[in-house]
């Protein structure tokens, strides 16, 4: 008997026990992400600040660990001011929407067998429309400010997320064409021993690998984080969209980026590494609990988003222009050619 069932047998009946199961089910992963996001914050800061020669976070709490939710409490106790020539409406709605958007992807994701909250078969699809919705957020944020660098920010974005999703539906296609599902759990069951039997994970297939590095650097575009971070370029735009916000609509940004970037590493290691799958198709391994297997590979890709951000100086906007339109974009229609003629011709017999 699943967990959803055991509610629907008692009083509430078939709908009543489906909806609190589902709602306690999405809590279950809504509650912990949000967690995730407030260590991740801390993290970040204090791989750059190693990276930098630097401590970080060291006075709230041990070792600083809890910085990221004093930083919460204070936006929380702060005024939300609302520029007075702002669209009102449209202005605290924007936050919502890249809060929301960045929550619901989640639904899909495989965490272990079987551990998944909607098993569609078309999951990939519904990623990749759900991350589509998030430039939304921003957008109407550099709209409704009514102010000039939000607005600079928002033409970016439209123009940024929209190059990266087409470079990323050709790579997606690689995995789907491979895995012949767009199932996530059936593309990681398909990783299975993928290479000599061995190996867990189609980025260890010489053919997918270039697709897994292009995925990785798409991925940083998409989340606009550095070298990709034109949104809000500092120096250029003072902080772009958010400009204009404060209190608990800038906190709602802040979640709603960092919940994409550990979406982002999730589908890293989902679509390519094996996802809750162990490295090695070696029995003893998988002893080990798969969700233990997938956040262990979430902190790995998350570290790599870090290690960039720290590293590497932010691109121009005609160099990430051209990288997403002239170099990610043909190369990925090529791989989308390799792909399928060889599998055409091992495969299918033609």
């Known amino acids: 008997m699943t967990f959803t069932e055991w509610f629907q047998s008692g009083v509430l009946g078939h709908y009543g026990g489906w909806f609190v199961a589902t709602t306690i089910l999405i809590l279950m992963i809504a509650l912990p992400v949000m967690l995730a996001v407030a260590i991740i914050i801390y993290l970040d800061r204090k791989i750059w600040a190693a990276m930098a020669l630097r401590r970080g976070p060291n006075v709230v709490g041990p070792i600083g660990i809890l910085q990221s939710f004093a930083d919460g409490l204070k936006v929380f106790l702060q005024e939300t001011i609302v520029p007075s020539a702002a669209n009102k409406g449209l202005f605290l ?3 919502v929407i890249t809060f929301t958007v960045a929550l619901i992807a989640w639904a899909v994701v495989p965490f ?8 569609v078969n078309v999951g ?6 759900a991350s589509s919705l ?3 957020g921003i957008i109407i944020a550099g709209w ?3 102010s000039k660098y939000p607005f600079y920010s928002a033409l970016r974005a439209a123009a940024q997320m929209v190059s990266y999703e087409v470079s990323i539906g050709f790579i997606l296609i690689g995995v789907v064409l491979w895995a012949d599902s767009f199932n996530l759990s059936t593309i990681v069951d398909q990783q299975k021993g993928h290479v000599f039997g061995l190996l867990n994970g189609f980025g260890f297939n010489p053919l997918l690998f270039p697709l897994a590095v292009m995925f990785l650097i798409s991925a940083l575009a998409e989340t606009a984080r550095a070298p990709f971070d034109l949104t809000e370029a500092e120096s250029e735009l003072v902080a772009g969209y958010q400009t204009e916000y404060s209190s608990m609509a800038f906190a709602m940004y802040w979640l709603g980026e960092y919940a994409n970037v550990i979406l982002m590493c999730t589908l890293n290691a989902v679509l390519f590494w094996g996802g809750y799958l162990p490295p090695i198709d070696w029995e003893p391994l ?3 609990p798969g969700i233990l297997w997938l956040f262990a590979k979430i902190l790995v890709f998350f570290f790599i988003f870090s290690w960039v951000k720290a590293t590497v100086p932010r691109f121009r906007y005609d160099q ?3 990288l997403g339109w002239k170099v990610f974009l043909p ?3 090529l791989w989308v050619f390799l792909v399928s003629g060889y599998l055409m011709l091992t495969r299918y017999g033609a």
């Not at 990939?124 to 429309?129: E, G, N, R, S, T």
């Open 134 to 136: 998030g430039v939304y």
């Open 144 to 146: 409704a400010s009514n």
């Open 331 to 333: 190369i990925s229609l």
């Open 286 to 288: 998988y002893a080990v």
């Open 124 to 129: 990939l699809l519904y990623i990749l429309a």
């Open 93 to 95: 709605l924007a936050p």
């Open 320 to 322: 990430l222009m051209r």
């Open 112 to 119: 272990g067998q079987g551990m998944v909250l909607a098993d």
